[in-house]
């Protein structure tokens, strides 16, 4: 069965820092681009970070940039989003996807999801 889990998320006050794991069974993660897309309470999901199959290379919406970084643990078969320098705006629940990286930070050709993690920035 293939399946990824989000955990990580949780309560953190502005300023603070929060890592994100997202974890593979049943494939290997390496074969796959990987995303992570957040939905804020009111608002569509969006593409917050993904890293290729390929080369490894990323990419980072323009509100996390800076403080957001996205890597692999191979031998883990899992992925990280480390966020740092928190904003009551990364409010959302944070998803991982992983497939076919088509366009950057979007969602088609994304096959697999995890259910998510809520991370909740407020003090």
């Known amino acids: 069965q293939l399946q990824l889990v989000e955990s990580g998320g949780g309560l953190v006050q502005p300023g603070g820092s929060l890592r994100l794991s997202c974890a593979a069974s049943?494939?290997?993660?390496?074969?796959?681009?990987i995303g992570w897309f957040r939905q804020a309470p009111g608002k569509e999901r969006e593409g917050v970070s993904c890293?290729?199959?390929?080369?490894?290379?990323?990419s980072y919406a323009g509100s996390v940039k800076g403080r957001f970084t996205i890597s692999r643990d191979s031998a883990k078969n899992t992925v990280y989003l480390q966020m740092n320098s928190l904003k009551p705006e990364d409010t959302a629940v944070y998803y991982c996807?992983?497939?076919?990286?088509?366009?950057?930070?979007?969602?088609?050709?994304?096959?697999?999801w995890g259910k998510g993690t809520l991370v909740t920035v407020s003090s």
């Open positions: 890293i290729s199959s390929s080369d490894g290379s990323t």
């Open positions: 049943g494939f290997t993660l390496d074969y796959f681009a």
């Open positions: 996807a992983a497939g076919e990286l088509v366009t950057p930070l979007g969602e088609l050709g994304m096959d697999y």
